[in-house]
């Protein structure tokens, strides 16, 4: 059975830090893409940072690039977000991805395949 569990989300006035794990079991995960994405309240899910399956490229959205930083375990299965300098904007969903072997980890939720249950991330002002 195919699992991704994601753990960290909290409340964090802006300027806060916060790290998102997630946790990988039932497929192959050390030649999946790995990725995180969010949804705001009343909208679009977005891709926030991928992390591809060769360990050597990672992708930011625009708006977190030098704020997040995503990295991986191959050893434990597990995918990480480390976010910095949270802003009010950055208070959504955060959702947890596998899937797809291209090169470089895709921004489209349809190249996963899997997706763990969401964790909530709040950043008061």
């Known amino acids: 059975q195919v699992r991704l569990v994601e753990s960290g989300g909290g409340l964090v006035q802006a300027g806060g830090s916060l790290r998102l794990s997630c946790a990988a079991s039932g497929f192959t995960f050390r030649t999946s893409n790995t990725g995180w994405f969010r949804q705001a309240p009343g909208k679009e899910r977005e891709f926030v940072a991928g992390f591809g399956w060769t360990g050597a490229v990672t992708r930011y959205a625009d708006s977190v690039k030098g704020r997040f930083f995503i990295s991986r375990d191959n050893t434990k299965n597990t995918v990480n977000l480390e976010m910095n300098n949270l802003k009010p904007e950055d208070t959504a969903v955060y959702f947890c991805?596998?899937?797809?072997?291209?090169?470089?980890?895709?921004?489209?939720?349809?190249?996963?395949?899997?997706w763990g249950q969401g964790t909530q991330v709040t950043v008061s002002s």
């Open positions: 991805a596998a899937g797809g072997r291209r090169y470089s980890p895709s921004m489209e939720q349809a190249d996963y395949d899997y």
